[in-house]
């Protein structure tokens, strides 16, 4: 049986959350003030637009009212996705960052920048960027090796020219 709030919420709303083609990434229950947040984390492989966030919000709403799982106390639910600069934990984590760039520190001390490329049972395939004009190198960094991966934000990726040939069209 769960010990933590927590525990016990996501045991109530995973299921729901599973129901509606989502994963359940984070629960958080925060205080503000007098009042509690109860904070939702979802995504998918395909991500979470708008619409799946508000259908999800309702079901998540009305599982909550019909229980007594956050008390008697007043609170606010918040439902949203990981955001752009996602803690990677999780091996579908890591998939869903295929091709995004990504900040390892590793195990054995050290950072690295690099590009995933492929994601397997052991570990990712990346690109370090070259620095000075080099040709950017592969690595395989082994899931034991990372102790902690981010991935950044990209503002002008110089490789991207989907939205040029989008343009010109």
Known sequence: ???TQSERLRELLEPLVTSQGLDLEEIAVDSVGR???LRVVVDSDTGADLDRIADVS???????????AMGEGEYTLEVGTPGAERLLTEHRHYVR?????????????????????TVDGDGVDVEVPGVKGRKPTARRLAFGDIAR??????FNRKDDTSHKKEEEA
């Open 1 to 3: 049986m769960s010990t």
């Open 35 to 37: 009042k509690r947040v």
């Open 58 to 68: 309702r079901a998540l709403s009305a599982k909550l009212d019909e229980t007594d």
């Open 97 to 117: 960052a295929t091709g995004r760039l990504v900040k390892f520190q590793l195990t054995e001390g050290g950072e690295l920048v690099a590009r995933i490329l």
């Open 149 to 154: 991966a981010r991935v950044q934000v990209e």
